[in-house]
């Protein structure tokens, strides 16, 4: 074989790679699924620096067969309520900030009066979600993302589990686990399980988000890790699955959603929003911020700023 046929079959191999990458970015792009997440209104935040992504979890079962329900522990329950809230700020500089909305904060909610946060959602969708927290933050939200329990459990199934390190025992029928302490691999039923129980904890829904923040961190570093996105056998089950699973604003593509993974590689500052008091309002316990200290935390963040560390909980 000449040195020119070995070029020609190297160039053709290149151009069949490029080809194949170019119809796999279209095929993956054309299976996003769209929502409508913003919306400009009267005293809507400016741009600031920095990318601000508003992430929810929400309790859909759709795409769960009843088999799979029972299996997940998930409930029959239908509709769809967020389960989870997080703001990820990714700086033009420097490391992200992964930020928990705590679900039952009191917030006040346009056209609604004063209520719990995800009731935002259950009100008016992504869009009304969305305006609530860029009024209580005062931050403009350039993305939006939402997945549901399905999607959850196909997307770390498809990078192979993740290993999180269980802080003590938890025996929970209703979501599924039997987990000793001490660090382990979970599949995505397992940790499905392990980020909705509500069996840990003083006041279990903080001790919830910080295992969500975790466990967020903990799927994005790994589905962006090399070991991952050079092998096709991960790489392309992955991509397929985000694409099915997520919901995003149009503005976001393949791209952006690359760009969070790669920005979270090296581990995030992950905090939530500082509390001030848990009062019962209209029968419901809810979460009061502590205004002075979310202020700078969302100041900072607007500043495109490293956050004090004072305003910073666990």
Known sequence: MTGRTVVRIVVVLLVLLLVAAVAGYFLISARLHSVEATTDYDGRSAETPGEDWLLVGSDSRAGLTAAQRRKLATGKAVGKRTDTMMLLHIPEDGRPTLVSLPRDSYVPIDGHGSGKLNAAYAFGGPKLLTKTVERVTG?????????GFGGFVGIVDAIGG???????????HKAGINLKKGCQDMDGGTALGYVRTRKTGAIPDFDRTQR?????????????????LLNPFTSVPLALNAADSVAVDPGTGLFDLLSVGLAMRGGPVTT??????????????????????????????AADKQVPKDVITK
């Open 139 to 147: 931050i403009r939200i350039d993305h939006y993302m939402e997945i």
């Open 162 to 172: 993740v290993n999180i390190c269980v802080k003590q025992d938890i025996n929970d």
């Open 212 to 228: 969500q923040r975790e466990f967020f961190s903990a799927v994005v570093q790994k589905a962006a890790s090399p070991g991952t």
């Open 272 to 301: 939530a929003v500082p509390i001030g008091s848990l009062p019962t309002i209209g029968g419901q316990a809810v979460v009061k911020w502590d205004t002075q200290k979310a202020l700078r935390l969302f100041e900072a963040l």
